[in-house]
């Protein structure tokens, strides 16, 4: 018979066995996992994992409810790929070759480490299950927290170990927190979230030098860390395939078409090791958000099935900060509006209360939406984002009215 071999078991490649299924694949599927541990989703890592009162509390925070005997699907756990040879469609692992008719990859990403820190003791990263159950004691003895990025990681690493009774704080090179997604003007008033919680954010800091026990910056301060975290990035998990006739975007990404396929014949990438053609923003994209994970094995079980499928997300992202719900849709400064947005919010970036911050290009399209406690706004500006249709925008400065095109 058929086999669809899926290499990686992080969400994308979790679902891309559900979707085959789904959409009918009766031919044989393996799914390889290079870790031990049943595959889990990565989102509870950086918030209840942390919290959980010992590791099995952990490892359930962060369960997937997925039944591979019901999906008749081989799952081989604890085992890496380690090449390909496509001419002869064979992968090679670290427990011999298996061969595949269509292969998948979704090996998903890495986190970037900070130079000389490696072997440093108390230095964390924070990806797998094994990451989280690492630093989760430090938190469970109250130690103290350095967070090296003050990105999605490090606010929510922050957000745990303030909840636990650490002394935290939180190192951005930047000048303001979540430098890489948001501009100054909404994430200047997110340093009342860390004061709030009793988290110290010191931006516009370098780390010069990560010692075991200690933090040193720019400035000279030295600061005291059972734990350092380091949240500064992560790149695509793609190593294993250099020399193997995939090829590679200079990001490090699998360098997908708009179906996911690679230029390899039958061999597919996606998720956070796959970068795609993007019709939306006119540019190739490397989403590192949980929702594109889960999206794109749709497009892929189709392809393999036969059928012609693209990939084009509005991208959607969302994060758990100081005890407030941030979510994320659509892109800002791209194409030729970038730059001449015009940002509108609704309610009070300063306040305690929900609020939502709109970008609209010149046309008075909706091109990205951050929604904080307002779900609701989240759920109707996607859908806006997604229709590009012009919006009124001194009725979307009133946050009694509803989001609605105009
Ligand atoms: P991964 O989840 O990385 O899975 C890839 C799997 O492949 C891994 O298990 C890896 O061990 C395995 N693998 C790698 N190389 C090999 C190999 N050679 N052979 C075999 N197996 C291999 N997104 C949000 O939208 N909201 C959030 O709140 C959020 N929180 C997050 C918190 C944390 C701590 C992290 C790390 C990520 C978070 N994300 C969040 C991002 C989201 O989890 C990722 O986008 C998603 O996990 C990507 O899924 P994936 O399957 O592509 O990759």
């Known amino acids: 018979g058929r086999r669809v071999v899926v290499v990686g078991a992080g969400l994308a490649g979790v679902q891309t066995v559900v979707e085959l299924r789904g959409q009918g694949w009766d031919g044989a599927v393996t799914l390889l996992g ?50 390909l040879d496509a001419a002869g469609r064979r ?47 430090v938190l469970a003895a109250r130690g103290s927290v350095v967070a090296v990025g003050a990105g999605w990681i490090g606010a929510e690493v922050a957000t745990a170990a303030a909840a636990a009774g650490c002394r935290v704080t939180v190192v951005e090179a930047a000048h303001h927190p979540l430098p890489g997604a948001l501009p100054p003007e909404i994430t200047e008033p997110m340093r009342r979230w860390y004061a709030a919680a009793g988290a110290e954010l010191r931006t516009g800091q370098r780390v010069t030098a990560v010692r075991s026990g200690e933090v040193e910056l720019a400035d000279g301060t030295v600061l005291g860390a059972d734990a350092v975290l380091v949240g500064v ?48 923003y006119g540019r190739r994209l490397l989403v590192h958000h949980w929702d594109n994970a889960l999206q794109g094995p749709r497009t ?63 046309a008075g399209r909706l091109v990205a939406v951050l929604a904080v406690d307002q779900p609701r706004d989240l759920t109707q500006g996607r859908r806006l984002v997604e229709r590009g249709t012009p919006l009124d925008a001194r009725l979307l400065a009133d946050p009694s009215v509803p989001l609605k095109a105009a």
């Open 34 to 83: 290079a870790e031990r541990h049943q595959p889990y989703d990565r989102p509870p890592l950086s918030k209840a994992a942390l919290l959980a009162p010992d590791d099995e509390s952990a490892l359930h925070a962060a369960a997937l409810d997925i039944d591979f005997a019901e999906l008749d699907a081989e799952l081989l756990l604890g085992r890496a790929a380690t090449g």
């Open 91 to 137: 992968l090679h692992t670290d427990a011999g070759p298996l061969d595949y008719d269509h292969l998948v990859l979704a090996t998903g990403a890495e986190p970037v480490t900070l130079p000389g820190t490696r072997d440093v003791p108390g230095v964390h990263l924070l990806r797998t299950l094994d990451d989280a159950r690492a630093l989760r004691p």
């Open 233 to 280: 990035g992560s790149r695509p998990a793609t190593g294993w395939l250099a020399g193997s006739g995939v090829e590679l975007a200079p990001d490090g990404s699998v360098s997908a078409d708009a179906g996911l396929r690679t230029g390899v014949p039958d061999v597919y990438a996606v998720g956070d090791c796959a970068s795609y053609p993007s019709a939306r």
């Open 300 to 362: 892929v079980a189709a392809g393999i099935l036969g059928a012609t499928a693209v990939h084009d997300p509005v991208p959607y992202f969302w994060s758990e900060q100081f005890g407030r719900h941030v979510q994320y849709a659509g892109r800002r400064g791209e194409g030729p509006a970038a730059g001449e947005e015009t940002l509108v919010t609704r309610g009070d970036p300063a306040g305690d209360g929900p609020w939502a911050a709109c970008w609209l290009d010149p």
